[in-house]
């Protein structure tokens, strides 16, 4: 493992994997809000325009804003305006207390939030403008949730630098996509464990959330409808692991562990890789090992992938999880290569449809995918490269999967959407 390599990947999960309280799309607009107030002197808000790309109004239409219990981004912008922390980035609005919510609410629908499709090519775009009395801070953000690239206050410029191309990758998302798959796998498994124990938190958060999950009532309740006395090992991981998504798409105010910008699919990385590990008892660093694999497995799948898209990226990070699995039960690379191809061969009906309480039914999916993926595997079977989108190579199948989802379904997300917005 060269030492560029290692830097590399470290760096990729510092930046890939981070807290986040709340679904990231209506996060982004209450994060764009919190920084507008961070630059006027009256702290009464008169007016908030928000215009964001398509797949951010996709993914915050029916998605619970946390400690709210309500929906949107009036709701969103609302809550970044009056209690957001504009230094937290992704944990924005995590101090939001019972007390805040009377206030928020009058904001969100007293008519003086406003909340528009902006027709700009970029797949993460959001622009907050907020005005107080004869002032008024306007934000923008594209790229990634918590990249301002413009500021303007009382129509003058205060901040700006270039912004990324509408389907820009980051540095470390380009990097990534000249790495292997056998470069991630040598990298979790021999890198000094010093150097990634901060992959534990992963397993901190995430197993909080999903133990929020199981003893509240968020969302579908999928989770607690999942448990039974026949507590198998493919029946732990599907509970465990859609519980921490109820909870999250049902407006927890605990963080997940994120990873590429999304909650769920933090879950689906860790939450299989978790329980794994719980049954066979293993020692932390084993654990953080794992957890390291599935993460930047996921990582690597996901710069393939456009930041947002109309793919169901839950099930590409839980084919980080599958890696992870097969790490801790056969300690077997080219096992592992075999369940990340299965799960491919099946990831195909997977769409995104927007952020909401079906996403625990989509984490589900993704991760009885990556269970029965794994359990092929581990008997040496693997979907041959006749089929589909899998090949020989397992670097090809994940670049295929990329092309699958940036070029094969960019056409879905109007359709998603406009079915939405017309019902």
Same mark, same amino acid.
Not at 37 to 45: H, I, R
């Given at each position: 493992m060269n030492e560029e390599s290692t830097e590399k990947f470290i760096q990729a999960l510092h930046e890939g994997v981070v807290p986040a309280t709340g679904c990231t799309e209506p996060v982004?607009?209450?994060?764009? %809000?919190?920084?507008? +107030? /961070?630059?006027?002197?009256? $702290? *009464? *808000?008169?007016?908030?325009?928000?215009?964001?790309?398509? =797949?951010i109004m996709k993914n915050a239409t029916a998605v619970i804003v946390p400690g709210t219990g309500e929906p949107g981004l009036q709701i969103a912008a609302s809550a970044g305006a009056l209690i957001g922390d504009p230094e937290a980035k992704l944990k924005v609005i995590a101090g939001i207390t019972q007390d805040d919510i009377p206030e928020i609410k009058r904001l969100a629908y007293s008519g003086k939030v406003q909340v528009r499709l902006a027709q700009v090519p970029d797949d993460l775009y959001v622009d *907050?403008?907020?005005?107080?009395?004869?002032? =008024?801070?306007?934000?923008? @953000?594209? $790229?990634?949730?918590?990249?301002?690239?413009?500021?303007?206050? =009382?129509?003058?410029? @205060?901040? !700006?630098?270039?912004?990324?191309? #509408?389907?820009? !990758?980051?540095?470390?998302?380009?990097? +990534?996509?000249?790495? /292997?798959?056998?470069?991630?796998?040598?990298?979790?498994?021999? *890198? #000094?464990?010093? !150097?990634?124990?901060?992959? /534990?938190?992963? %397993?901190?958060?995430?197993?909080?959330?999903?133990?929020? $999950?199981?003893?509240? !009532?968020?969302?579908?309740?999928?989770?607690?409808?999942?448990?039974?006395?026949?507590?198998?090992?493919?029946?732990?991981?599907?509970?465990?692991?859609?519980?921490?998504?109820?909870?999250?798409?049902?407006?927890?105010?605990? #963080?997940? +562990?994120?990873?590429?910008g999304s909650g769920n699919q933090g879950i689906s990385a860790t939450m299989p890789v978790w329980v794994v590990a719980q049954n066979l008892d293993v020692n932390d660093e084993k654990l953080i090992r794992a957890l390291t694999l599935s993460h930047l497995t996921a990582i690597y799948i996901h710069a393939f992938l456009p930041v947002l898209s109309a793919f169901c990226a839950a099930d590409s990070a839980a084919m980080g999880a599958a890696a992870g699995v097969m790490y801790l039960l056969e300690d077997d690379y080219e096992a592992a290569c075999m369940a990340i191809k299965n799960m491919v061969g099946d990831s195909v009906g997977m769409v995104c449809d927007g952020a909401g309480c079906s996403c625990a039914m989509k984490v589900a999916s993704a991760v009885s995918s990556m269970y029965r993926a794994t359990q092929l595997a581990r008997k040496g079977i693997v979907i041959p490269s006749s089929n589909g989108l899998v090949c020989d190579d397992i670097d090809a199948t994940i670049q295929g999967l990329g092309v699958l989802g940036t070029e094969g379904l960019k056409e879905t997300d109007p359709v998603i959407l406009n079915i939405m917005m017309n019902k």
């Open positions: 982004a607009v209450a994060y764009g %809000a919190a920084n507008c +107030m /961070k630059y006027l002197s009256d $702290g *009464v *808000v008169d007016k908030i325009e928000v215009n964001v790309s398509l =797949n *907050v403008k907020i005005t107080s009395g004869s002032e =008024n801070v306007q934000v923008w @953000i594209a $790229g990634d949730h918590t990249n301002i690239f413009r500021i303007e206050k =009382n129509g003058e410029v @205060i901040f !700006k630098k270039d912004p990324p191309a #509408p389907h820009a !990758k980051s540095e470390i998302k380009l990097y +990534m996509q000249t790495e /292997k798959f056998k470069n991630i796998w040598d990298f979790a498994t021999n *890198v #000094p464990i010093d !150097k990634i124990g901060f992959m /534990k938190q992963a %397993a901190d958060l995430n197993v909080a959330l999903s133990d929020e $999950g199981l003893h509240n !009532k968020y969302g579908l309740q999928l989770g607690c409808s999942l448990i039974n006395d026949n507590r198998t090992l493919d029946n732990q991981i599907l509970t465990y692991t859609v519980a921490a998504s109820d909870a999250r798409m049902g407006g927890a105010t605990l #963080p997940a +562990m994120s990873n590429s």
